[in-house]
């Protein structure tokens, strides 16, 4: 690899910030907890120690194309293997357990980190038309609906709706005014829906006959109880 590369400011602030992070740890009161964080929420200095190798590999080894295809396949095959370890553990555990998967152990970071990859994986699949992508496109996004993460069903319906326009845009040249017509009749479909959902008495009444899994997505209350401590975070964020 070439050593100018290391001569990049980002580059010696990264390098500078983990060496720092390197003599906290070492100096650390818990020096344990310091080197391996959270189990629910990594971080620590291993986790940052892998952060900035991925970063150098970035930057030093992957040139060409060839190099990153060969990456995100590797990145498709890690995925779909965390994604079918997700669902042998939902069956294990019963239909209303959420999927963490024993690489990520919390439900939310499996979801993160499925929700930027499906739609990779899915873009192979209509490039190579390979029915592997497309079984290994399947298998991650029934891992996401087993995390049962809000956040991350919101994200993958945005995507789709940003996947769709672009593919449309770019495979039948339609014109500007038709994707802007289309995206905003999508985008208030979802609205209407979700909002005759939680406030209408025919959307109460369909709730009841659905399974108790979707009171999480569904149920007013549910949803404030759980937005209450992250709006509180931003607030005191704001603040400070």
Do not use: C
């Amino acid at each position: 690899f070439k050593i100018k590369n290391l001569e990049d400011p980002i580059a010696l602030s990264l390098l500078l910030f983990w060496i720092i992070m390197l003599a906290s740890t070492i100096n650390s009161v818990q020096p344990d907890f310091s080197l391996w964080g959270n189990i629910y929420k990594n971080q620590g200095l291993m986790t940052w120690t892998h952060y900035l190798l991925f970063f150098f590999l970035l930057i030093l080894f992957l040139r060409g194309k060839k190099h990153w295809s060969f990456l995100m396949h590797i990145a498709i095959f890690t995925g779909t293997l965390v994604g079918l370890i997700a669902i042998f553990q939902l069956m294990q555990h019963g239909a209303g357990s959420r999927a963490a998967s024993a690489t990520l152990n919390n439900s939310n970071y499996l979801a993160a980190y499925l929700v930027p990859l499906i739609p990779i994986t899915f873009s192979f699949f209509l490039k190579k038309h390979s029915y592997i992508l497309g079984i290994a496109a399947a298998i991650q996004f029934l891992a996401l609906l087993g995390t049962q993460t809000r956040g991350a069903y919101l994200g993958i319906i945005i995507a789709g709706i940003v996947f769709a326009i672009l593919y449309l845009a770019y495979t039948r040249k339609l014109p500007k005014r038709k994707l802007f017509f289309w995206t905003a009749v999508s985008l208030f479909a979802i609205v209407a829906a979700f909002y005759l959902l939680l406030n209408t008495n025919i959307g109460q009444s369909f709730q009841q006959k659905l399974p108790d899994s979707t009171d999480r997505f569904l149920e007013t209350k549910s949803i404030l109880n759980s937005a209450a401590p992250r709006i509180e975070a931003w607030q005191a964020g704001g603040k400070g």
